[in-house]
């Protein structure tokens, strides 16, 4: 029987090593495996087990943490959610993450392995590294004035300092708070159901997200690609321009909104904005030049992040001539983002070269060491240098005499541009009003910031809307709150 | 007359007996270890928990203490030559057992397990110490063989009785106390089981027709094979009606591996395997409980990917995985992820979260002493049934641990058992006792009586 017993006890014996070689399989070797599981609520347990990084805005955190002791410990507060909300984005239990909180949320989260101390230090200590923090480059008081300035109307500011492409204010309204997101309980669920059943769409970033036609404002691109293309060599030559122009190839006949348009010099028809002369205009140009100006301010790029993605603007390059003469003053399929329109007039008050515009100035660990600047960015030269001082001429009479008056800004050289989109079916729904400009204090030696306004329905009768009556002041705003600000550097 | 009683040589013996050492005090020495790791682990949960000891720690430490110096007391005055490691595994387990249930039951503040489970536990270093004073002689069961299977079968048969819990008929509820009757009912037919074939062992070894004309192959007679398989037929059957798999499992294989050891005859081993693989595949076929739990054990992320979320062993194997090779610490992990059954059947997961890879060696290595230790017993011993007896026990621990720990780590599919003595329950905690109770009784006859030579 001994024998026997010997036999039973090397089978016992070899059920038990085989728990212990299953447990190693399972622990050891396919242990990645299960932890990545999305199923798998240990990640989201881990994440939001500790406060997330910040968001910083001139120093300060627009972003905070509330501990609620629940199995997502950890939900996300938001100091003035609706005004930097097309920044930040949201960081929901619930519903993922968007924006500033998307691209960055391995740095905010803490997962991001550039936050360990030592390559695989975390690995052997098990503990997760605290959040980073993400300083962007916002400027608080251009935020504020540009989203004050829209109050309540549906529309978007974009501004940056086109010598760099910081963005300094990006404002989309109606904004909403994302801290209704936070959290996992019903009212997060009712608030998600709500905002995305809101017919005025909150939660889209009109900044960046929603293209608009950029009505007049485009002339500006025209312009320089007539001057850079040398169809125009005098600013103040008259122009062979018919008013009204009957579109090339069709019957379809052009008008102005003024009167007094025929054959006016580039410097006149641009100051009141004429759509015969930048129709004809473009048609001259051809093209081959329109596309390619066009697209050295960003125009159908479909690759601009900041670090969040940029919906392309578009200058549609399969046209006729009368199409073409239609989308140089910004309609038929020529569509731009306010940051889009935002980059054409830095590219204007840079001398020409446009800089890639960028949110995040740059990443710090929870200690505040720094991780990341960001750097310099490539700039693309979108006319000669030359253009763009004939180009800030032509800005700066729109403000000073033209269309733009409402823009001036005491002790300051403001460049601008308004424009009146109309969209819809045969033109009917209620024009955009846009503005767009630069501004360079008198003590400074170059532009200091670069604006886009759009501005969806202005609470007016229709034959007001108008750029300038609309769009222009919230320019001022932004820009007098970026030159004060800058002053004292 | 105590001393006699445990000197006695037996007639025939060519050698006079020599004693072994008893080392006893190695035994309170490492009963004290099991104590001290126990409440160690205990205030380990208070602090990672809430940052501070637990109220109850004193008390845990004292009473586990108290409990484990009676039990050591019994075996110091009735089986002084037995095996010194036993009583400190049973402690341990028992121990960690506590712990690890305190430390869930801070998961649910509404179902707390631990004082039921503390209870049991007292009741079942009770029934220990009960019969290591009373059963003087572990032959004497043999008289009882009967008895024994009467019972079992009694017990086993109840539950059919009361409505089933969790789709399993394996549960007595008498006045808020649920009792699993199988629980018990294991000892008392491994009991009969070693009685019977000790008794009958050389007719089933050697009598009996040829199956086939030329095969080496015989049946032992029906007289003799007749009784204990219909005892063992009945006992499968019913745990199949009852659903409850692990325990049918574990007759099964203990049935089996007794058969083996008291005949040596390898062509059981055949022929159990060859039974084990045919109602596997019909249960599994025609019983759609089973065909769930084999189809879990197949694809444990099936439910995931249909989007109905991970089951129960997929969490489970999730929170090994989250435990790696040293474990999150003890109260770090989210055992709460893996639901109801996380006390009971899946309390290995929480231990391998939490203790990792390492804490669950030393787990199985316990487990593997203790079954080691019955079978040494079972080596040392010269009655037939003494043998079996110790054989079976340790076969019984073997096997449970084997079929509840490759369930939950998805090594065979799940059948829902408890963990000896780590699990939440009170009939097996009670149970387990009873096994280690046993198991000293027969290492003391075992070494008591040694006379340098292994029996034949």
């Not at chain 1, 309204?173 to 998600?192: C, F, I, K, Q």
């Not at chain 2, 029906?222 to 499992?249: F, K, M, Q, Y």
């Not at chain 2, 058969?259 to 039974?275: F, H, P």
Request: with cysteine; proline share 5%; charged share 15%.
């Amino acid at each position: 029987m001994t024998r026997y017993i010997r036999h039973a006890a090397c089978f016992c014996a070899l059920l038990l090593v085989a728990l212990v070689v299953n447990a190693a399989r399972i622990q050891v070797f396919q242990a990645r495996s299960y932890d990545d599981n999305p199923a798998n609520r240990r990640t989201s347990i881990a994440r939001y087990g500790q406060p997330r990084g910040d968001i910083l805005v001139g120093g300060e955190p627009v972003t905070g943490s509330r501990d609620t002791r629940e199995q997502l410990r950890y939900e996300r507060t938001y100091v003035d959610g609706p005004l930097y909300a097309p920044v930040t984005g949201f960081a929901s239990q619930e519903y993922g993450t968007s924006l500033l909180e998307h691209t960055e949320d391995d740095l905010l989260s803490g997962t991001d392995p550039m936050l360990s101390p030592l390559p695989l230090w975390n690995d052997f200590t098990r503990s997760q590294n605290p959040g980073g923090d993400v300083e962007t480059t916002l400027n608080r008081a251009a935020q504020q004035a540009a989203y004050d300035g829209l109050g309540d109307r549906k529309g978007a500011v974009a501004a940056i300092e086109p010598s760099t492409g910081r963005i300094l204010a990006l404002v989309s309204t109606p904004s909403y708070d994302p801290e209704a997101l936070s959290g996992n309980d019903a009212a997060v669920g009712r608030s998600w159901a709500r905002l995305n059943r809101d017919a005025d769409k909150p939660m889209l970033n009109r900044a960046v997200r929603k293209t608009y036609p950029p009505g007049s404002t485009f002339k500006v691109v025209t312009a320089a690609a007539a001057l850079d293309a040398g169809v125009i060599k005098n600013l103040n030559a008259k122009t062979d321009s018919p008013d009204p122009y009957t579109l090339p190839g069709t019957r379809t006949r052009l008008t102005n909104e003024s009167d007094g348009c025929e054959d006016l010099s580039l410097r006149e028809a641009f100051k009141w904005s004429c759509n015969t002369v930048f129709a004809k205009l473009g048609a001259d140009v051809g093209v081959a030049d329109m596309t390619a100006t066009a697209q050295a301010f960003g125009f159908n790029d479909t690759d601009l992040r900041i670090p969040f993605p940029v919906a392309p603007s578009t200058f549609d390059t399969s046209v006729d001539r009368a199409q073409l003469a239609l989308s140089s003053i910004g309609q038929y399929n020529t569509r731009a983002t306010p940051l889009q329109m935002a980059m054409v007039a830095a590219a204007v008050a840079n001398g020409g070269q446009v800089r890639q515009p960028y949110l995040v100035e740059r990443t710090t660990r929870a200690s505040g060491v720094t991780l990341t600047t960001a750097g310099s960015r490539p700039a693309r030269q979108a006319m000669q240098p030359s253009t763009a001082a004939r180009m800030r001429k032509l800005m700066v009479e729109v403000v000073r005499k033209g269309t733009g008056r409402k823009a001036a800004i005491p002790g300051a050289t403001v460049g601008g541009k308004t424009g009146t989109a109309q969209h819809g079916l045969g033109n009917s729904g209620t024009p955009y009003a846009w503005f767009v400009s630069w501004a360079r204090g008198d003590r400074h030696m170059e532009a200091k910031v670069a604006v886009a306004v759009v501005v969806e329905d202005a609470e007016a009768d229709r034959g007001e809307i108008s750029g300038g009556g609309d769009a222009a002041p919230i320019a001022r705003a932004v820009m007098e709150a970026v030159l004060g600000s800058s002053g004292g550097r | 007359m105590t001393k006699a009683g445990i000197t006695v040589v037996r007639a025939g013996s060519p050698a006079p007996a020599v004693r072994l050492p008893r080392r006893r005090g190695i035994e309170l020495a490492l009963i004290v270890v099991a104590v001290f790791l126990s409440v160690y682990g205990y205030c380990d949960v208070g602090l990672a928990k809430n940052g501070t000891v637990p109220p109850g720690a004193a008390g845990y430490g004292a009473g586990l203490g108290v409990l484990a110096l009676l039990a050591h007391l019994a075996v110091r005055l009735r089986a002084p030559y037995a095996d010194p490691l036993l009583l400190p595994i049973g402690v341990l387990l028992n121990g960690l057992g506590l712990v690890l249930i305190y430390r869930l039951d801070l998961e649910t503040p509404a179902d707390r397990a631990a004082p039921t489970q503390l209870v049991w536990s007292t009741l079942g270093v009770a029934l220990f110490i009960v019969v290591v004073l009373l059963l003087r002689d572990h032959r004497i069961l043999q008289r009882y063989s009967y008895v024994c299977v009467a019972a079992a079968l009694v017990l086993l048969t109840l539950p059919i009785l009361f409505p089933a819990v969790n789709g399993a008929r394996i549960w007595i509820r008498i006045a808020g106390f649920s009792i699993q009757p199988g629980e018990f009912a294991k000892v008392l037919l491994a009991v009969f089981f070693a009685a019977y074939l000790a008794a009958n062992r050389n007719a089933l070894a050697y009598a009996g027709r040829r199956v086939w004309r030329f095969t080496r192959m015989q049946l032992p007679t029906g007289r003799v094979l007749g009784p204990i398989v219909a005892v063992w037929l009945v006992s499968v059957g019913v745990l199949i009606l009852e659903r409850d798999l692990g325990t049918s499992l574990l007759f099964f294989g203990l049935f089996v591996v007794l058969l083996y050891v008291a005949t040596g005859r390898t062509g059981w081993i055949a022929v159990g395997l060859l039974l084990a693989t045919l109602g596997a595949v019909a249960v599994g076929r025609l019983e759609p409980h089973v065909h769930g739990r084999i189809e879990d054990w197949l694809h444990p992320i099936a439910s995931i990917e249909a989007g109905e979320g991970p089951n129960q062993l997929a969490q489970s194997l999730f929170a090994f995985a989250a435990g790696g090779i040293l474990g999150t610490g003890l109260g770090l992990g989210h055992s709460i992820l893996i639901g109801f059954a996380a006390k009971s059947d899946f309390i290995l997961a929480t231990a391998g979260e939490e203790l990792g890879l390492a804490g669950l060696a030393a787990i199985f290595i316990l487990y593997a002493l203790l079954v080691e230790r019955g079978y040494r017993a079972g080596l040392a011993l010269r009655d037939p049934f003494g043998r079996l007896l110790a054989v079976g026990l340790a076969s019984i621990v073997a096997l449970q641990v084997f079929v509840i720990a490759g369930g939950v780590t998805g090594l065979i599919p799940l059948t829902g058992m408890a963990m000896p003595f780590l699990a939440q329950g009170g009939s097996s905690v009670v149970t387990n006792w009873a096994i280690v109770a046993l198991l000293i009784r027969v290492s003391d006859s075992a070494r008591s009586q040694y006379d340098g030579q292994v029996a034949p």
